[in-house]
């Protein structure tokens, strides 16, 4: 990445009414803090470990607000290559936006969601900044508090899909031109496999329509194999006669019998994506599933549209930094293909 930051090389003092606060970069030594407040805003069970896959190994940035010895605020994001209409750009998924209960809706609009949101936009997206756009599918009220505030803009929804596997469920037949075959994690040709589907995805003619964020062997490796507090599977779609990968699809692992499948990813050509859906439910129902859910941008969900989805509803929302190098009109205009795995916490 090049380009001049404003990032904030000392810590930022401010003053929030009679209360001393400090706004600066999010650092290693600050992860105590860190996970002590996500805890608090989450309920979540994040841990050292996931700490350093998503800050260190993912190299996640983050813009947090002290009082004190204590972190009150938090706004993050991941470095994420995408490939807008074919044209590939950095750009910063923004995640982790969190503010200690006790801290919200302090002093109207100068409050601790702004300041960390803004530092962090303010120094690395825009011209000349490391990152091209940012981008997130934050809930309906951080969006909206990001509008009201004036440094986000509304871009669209996610939907969760969801397909029903009744006791009479028959999977829709794959046709004789297509296999499926349930792949090993540790395969030794798991890499060669997902670079050839992901390959296959950026040469559909349907992908250059859309924003893609990338799904290459790096992107799968980190999400996917070394995520410490999930497990996945992939199921790869094949030819009869070949050995061949056309597309792999990600699901969660296997719970308890009647417990939902969420469909993760989809890697290979958009084209194909109810081919995959057809694979997934096969495997939902042979592993006692009580039925399939994902999440889908509008681009996802009209590419499903023909596959007898028994319910859809609103899960996130999409937003992008008014910070990012493009204008209003060009964000509304983005045309996202995303699922579960472009997120970071599912």
């Known amino acids: 990445m090049s380009g001049n930051s404003t990032l904030l090389e000392q810590p930022q003092h401010l003053t929030m009414g009679d209360q001393a606060l400090?706004?600066?970069?999010?650092?290693?030594?600050?992860?105590p803090a860190f996970l002590k407040l996500h805890q608090e805003v989450f309920g979540s069970a994040a841990d050292p470990v996931w700490f350093d896959w998503k800050y260190k190994l993912g190299k996640a940035l983050?813009?947090?607000?002290?009082h004190q010895d204590r972190m009150v605020a938090h706004c993050g994001g991941i470095p994420r290559r995408v490939l807008h209409q074919g044209v590939a750009q950095d750009d910063l998924q923004i995640g982790d936006v969190m503010v200690s209960p006790e801290w919200r809706g302090a002093l109207a609009r100068q409050n601790p969601f702004f300041h960390v949101s803004e530092g962090l936009y303010q120094s690395y997206l825009g011209l000349g900044k490391p990152f091209h756009m940012g981008f997130g599918f934050p809930n309906e009220r951080h969006?909206?508090?990001?509008?009201?505030?004036?440094?986000?803009?509304?871009?669209?929804?996610?939907?969760?899909?969801?397909?029903?596997?009744n006791a009479?469920?028959?999977?829709?037949?794959?046709?004789?031109?297509?296999?499926?075959e349930l792949l090993v994690e540790n395969s030794s040709s798991l890499q060669n496999i997902v670079s050839v589907a992901w390959a296959r995805m950026q040469q559909s003619t349907d992908s250059l329509k859309y924003s893609l964020g990338q799904r290459d062997w790096a992107q799968f490796e980190w999400r996917y194999l070394k995520r410490p507090d999930k497990q996945y599977q992939f199921v790869a779609l094949k030819r009869p006669c070949s050995s061949e990968c056309i597309g792999v699809a990600v699901v969660s692992a296997p719970a308890a019998p009647g417990a939902a499948m969420l469909w993760v990813d989809w890697i290979g050509s958009t084209a194909l994506i109810s081919k995959a859906h057809s694979m997934v439910?096969?495997?939902?129902?042979a592993q006692q599933a009580s039925c399939v859910t994902?999440?889908?941008?509008?681009?996802v969900e009209n590419a499903l549209a023909q596959t007898?989805?028994?319910?859809?509803?609103?899960?996130?929302?999409?937003?992008?930094?008014?910070?990012?190098?493009l204008t209003a009109e060009e964000a509304q205009h983005l045309r996202w293909w995303a699922?579960?795995?472009?997120?970071?916490?599912?």
């Open 22 to 31: 400090t706004l600066k970069v999010l650092s290693p030594e600050d992860e």
């Open 281 to 285: 439910m096969k495997l939902a129902h």
């Open 168 to 180: 009479d469920f028959q999977a829709a037949p794959l046709g004789w031109l297509w296999r499926d």
């Open 339 to 346: 699922m579960a795995g472009d997120t970071d916490f599912l």
């Open 308 to 325: 007898s989805i028994d319910l859809i509803e609103t899960c996130a929302v999409m937003g992008v930094p008014i910070a990012s190098n």
């Open 143 to 165: 969006l909206r508090l990001a509008v009201k505030l004036g440094i986000g803009w509304h871009i669209g929804e996610v939907h969760q899909l969801r397909w029903q596997i």
């Open 62 to 66: 983050g813009m947090s607000l002290w």
């Open 294 to 299: 994902s999440w889908a941008s509008a681009e």
